[in-house]
């Protein structure tokens, strides 16, 4: 009963920002933890940052390197993903992830394709 819908997406240019969004539904336990994840065609998929519910943050900060910050709104059951500085190694879809408090990751969007230009 958990859907994650993404949008922000888009080309941008390097050097540029973009903000992504994911409205979530469904059992407040199921989506404890929301997070982003990302996956560059040929590329295994990695981790770029979680957040719960209380507002505790963990951001990779070897993918990230500090440009990024992850957020979120629990009034309208949505996360966010401030994303600055884009370079061109950013490329990838982008996938907002959720899960409970003590568990794996166990649901998952349809991913918005993010494409920077240099």
């Known amino acids: 009963q958990v859907q994650l819908v993404e949008s922000g997406g888009g080309l941008v240019q390097a050097g540029g920002s973009l903000r992504l969004s994911c409205a979530a539904s469904g059992p407040t336990l199921s989506t404890a933890v929301m997070g982003w994840f990302r996956q560059a065609p040929g590329k295994e998929r990695e981790f770029v940052a979680s957040?719960?519910?209380?507002?505790?943050?963990?951001v990779d900060t070897d993918s990230a390197k500090g440009r990024f910050t992850i957020s979120r709104d629990n009034a309208k059951n949505t996360v966010y993903l401030q994303m600055n500085s884009l370079k061109p190694e950013d490329t990838a879809v982008y996938y907002c992830?959720?899960?409970?408090?003590?568990?794996?990751?166990?649901?998952w969007g349809q991913g918005t394709q993010v494409t920077v230009s240099s």
């Open positions: 957040i719960s519910r209380s507002g505790r943050t963990t």
């Open positions: 992830a959720a899960k409970e408090l003590f568990g794996t990751w166990r649901y």
